[in-house]
């Protein structure tokens, strides 16, 4: 019941609410605000990402080096598999507007089928993303952290066409391990209120006698030179490296270490990519109601498919973030 | 319910016939683009590794390229191109601003700590 002011004559004149200036629905708009803050919320991790690679501009991870695999293939694909997940997603983005024009023309077959694509399109990208988190927390070379917590990597010369060029060495190939040298600490067998965890596959002793016994094995550190590459230490120099500040065994990434560099490196990829995974998988859940809408009718009865422009421009967000995190991770 | 579409990219350089051609259209533009940062990335020609403005060359091209991309991704997939310019300003402007306010402050205060590191009293130890 109209209790208070029931008329004051502007009813559909401009100061009374009867114009839209800006011609676009409450839930669109909202959904347009919602897309600002969370684009906001992006840039801040992104700025932070950039405020600590500046911090460390001379020793930061070379992200060709890190993301080189392609699953089913064995070999050295830089950027590769990244591009097939950023197309992806541009693609999910394409039927997704094209769901939403069928829309337009109430054609709720297409709708439907373009919807469907587009989950499936999401679905790649999420296995994908989960996949490439997978070869870079299992690591592919190992190397040692030192005291200072850098990190020192293993390869070797060998002639490529006639060009030296440095290639890395897993630890593996060449760490001697000695028998018996390390017990895991247990319980039962020592302190009973202490525990530890795993202990590293390699002791920094073990890798250390394996270098020496491999005279073609050099240690490349995390410092850039001029040329942009990692620089290799000379042999002496990496034997003493080694020996005086090696201190632990890393292989592949986690939030505490990173076998390819600076540890923020990878923290940064797990809180970034991880979020923006999160997006992804949001936004697969909801296209997967709007398409059960769809398919029951729902916006058929409604005459209006605005539900779907509105997830739709949440999805190409999601896309739009992708781009800048595929820029600031793989390309710069 | 057909709405209105503009159908034009480029300034008006490419018209599509539909909106549905539009679509491909841009999508054509936009793999085109990624397959030359993905070029650009895995052969990093030499001749883009000078520095401009204490980055790369190359690497301003990235962010160049990047900002073309998310600028067809928001205007036709998004389309934003046919929204009022009120509201275009209103999410455009502010995010522009904001973000490379943002940008600013933390690249410039990263530069800081860096050359702190490398040539104040504080030493990394190694």
Same mark, same amino acid.
């Given at each position: 019941?109209?209790?208070?002011?029931?008329?004051?004559?502007?009813?559909?004149?401009?100061?009374?609410?009867?114009?839209?200036?800006?011609?676009?629905?409450?839930?669109?708009?909202?959904?347009?605000?919602?897309?600002?803050?969370?684009?906001?919320?992006?840039?801040?991790?992104?700025?932070?990402?950039?405020?600590?690679?500046?911090?460390?501009?001379?020793?930061?991870?070379?992200?060709?080096?890190?993301?080189?695999?392609?699953?089913?293939?064995?070999?050295?694909?830089?950027?590769?598999?990244?591009?097939?997940?950023?197309?992806?997603?541009?693609?999910?983005?394409?039927?997704?507007?094209?769901?939403?024009?069928?829309?337009?023309?109430?054609?709720?077959?297409?709708?439907?089928?373009?919807?469907?694509?587009?989950?499936?399109?999401?679905?790649?990208?999420?296995?994908?993303?989960?996949?490439?988190?997978?070869?870079?927390?299992?690591?592919?070379?190992?190397?040692?952290?030192?005291?200072?917590?850098?990190?020192?990597?293993?390869?070797?010369?060998?002639?490529?066409?006639?060009?030296?060029?440095?290639?890395?060495?897993?630890?593996?190939?060449?760490?001697?391990?000695?028998?018996?040298?390390?017990?895991?600490?247990?319980?039962?067998?020592?302190?009973?209120?202490?525990?530890?965890?795993?202990?590293?596959?390699?002791?920094?002793?073990?890798?250390?006698?394996?270098?020496?016994?491999?005279?073609?094995?050099?240690?490349?550190?995390?410092?850039?030179?001029?040329?942009?590459?990692?620089?290799?230490?000379?042999?002496?120099?990496?034997?003493?490296?080694?020996?005086?500040?090696?201190?632990?065994?890393?292989?592949?990434?986690?939030?505490?270490?990173?076998?390819?560099?600076?540890?923020?490196?990878?923290?940064?990829?797990?809180?970034?990519?991880?979020?923006?995974?999160?997006?992804?998988?949001?936004?697969?859940?909801?296209?997967?109601?709007?398409?059960?809408?769809?398919?029951?009718?729902?916006?058929?009865?409604?005459?209006?498919?605005?539900?779907?422009?509105?997830?739709?421009?949440?999805?190409?967000?999601?896309?739009?973030?992708?781009?800048?995190?595929?820029?600031?991770?793989?390309?710069? | 319910?057909?709405?209105?579409?503009?159908?034009?990219?480029?300034?008006? &350089?490419?018209?599509?016939?539909? $909106?549905?051609?539009? !679509?491909?259209?841009? %999508? +054509?533009?936009?793999?085109? @683009? #990624?397959?030359?940062?993905?070029?650009?990335?895995?052969?990093?020609?030499?001749?883009?590794?000078?520095?401009? &403005?204490?980055?790369?060359?190359? $690497?301003?091209?990235? !962010?160049?390229?990047? %900002? +073309?991309?998310?600028?067809? @991704? #928001?205007?036709?997939?998004?389309?934003?191109?046919?929204?009022?310019?009120?509201?275009?300003?209103?999410?455009?402007?502010?995010?522009?601003?904001?973000?490379?306010?943002? !940008?600013?402050?933390? %690249?410039?205060?990263?530069?800081?700590?860096?050359?702190?590191?490398?040539?104040?009293?504080?030493?990394?130890?190694?």
């Amino acid at each position: 019941m109209n209790t208070t002011v029931a008329t004051t004559g502007t009813e559909g004149k401009a100061w009374g609410g009867g114009n839209q200036p800006l011609n676009a629905s409450y839930g669109k708009m909202m959904m347009w605000f919602f897309i600002v803050s969370d684009a906001l919320t992006f840039s801040g991790f992104l700025a932070a990402y950039g405020f600590s690679r500046f911090k460390f501009i001379d020793s930061w991870p070379i992200a060709d080096e890190v993301f080189t695999h392609v699953p089913f293939f064995h070999g050295n694909y830089p950027m590769i598999y990244v591009a097939f997940m950023t197309f992806v997603l541009i693609m999910s983005s394409v039927t997704m507007v094209l769901a939403v024009d069928a829309g337009h023309h109430l054609n709720k077959t297409k709708v439907t089928w373009y919807m469907f694509l587009t989950i499936i399109g999401g679905l790649i990208f999420v296995g994908s993303q989960a996949w490439e988190w997978g070869t870079f927390i299992k690591g592919e070379y190992g190397a040692v952290q030192t005291k200072g917590g850098n990190i020192l990597q293993f390869g070797e010369y060998v002639d490529v066409d006639g060009a030296q060029k440095f290639k890395r060495v897993a630890v593996s190939d060449f760490a001697k391990v000695a028998e018996g040298e390390r017990a895991q600490h247990e319980s039962k067998n020592g302190l009973w209120f202490v525990s530890e965890g795993s202990i590293p596959e390699y002791s920094v002793d073990e890798i250390y006698a394996g270098l020496q016994a491999n005279s073609n094995i050099l240690v490349r550190n995390q410092i850039l030179n001029e040329h942009g590459h990692k620089t290799i230490l000379t042999r002496e120099e990496s034997l003493k490296q080694l020996k005086d500040n090696g201190k632990l065994f890393v292989q592949g990434a986690n939030l505490q270490v990173n076998e390819y560099g600076s540890s923020l490196f990878a923290d940064f990829f797990f809180f970034i990519t991880g979020f923006h995974g999160f997006h992804v998988f949001s936004g697969v859940m909801i296209n997967i109601i709007i398409f059960f809408n769809v398919i029951l009718g729902t916006y058929e009865k409604r005459k209006s498919y605005e539900m779907v422009e509105k997830v739709g421009l949440y999805w190409h967000f999601v896309d739009l973030v992708w781009v800048f995190v595929f820029t600031f991770f793989y390309l710069v | 319910m057909a709405q209105e579409h503009n159908l034009a990219i480029f300034r008006g &350089l490419v018209k599509f016939k539909s $909106n549905t051609q539009k !679509i491909w259209g841009v %999508l +054509v533009f936009l793999t085109v @683009i #990624t397959a030359i940062e993905v070029l650009l990335g895995i052969y990093k020609p030499e001749s883009l590794m000078g520095h401009f &403005l204490g980055m790369k060359i190359l $690497n301003w091209i990235f !962010i160049a390229l990047t %900002l +073309v991309k998310a600028y067809y @991704i #928001t205007w036709d997939f998004m389309h934003m191109r046919d929204e009022k310019a009120s509201l275009r300003r209103m999410v455009v402007w502010t995010a522009v601003f904001l973000i490379c306010y943002l !940008i600013f402050i933390l %690249l410039q205060e990263g530069g800081y700590v860096f050359d702190v590191y490398r040539d104040g009293y504080i030493k990394r130890d190694f």
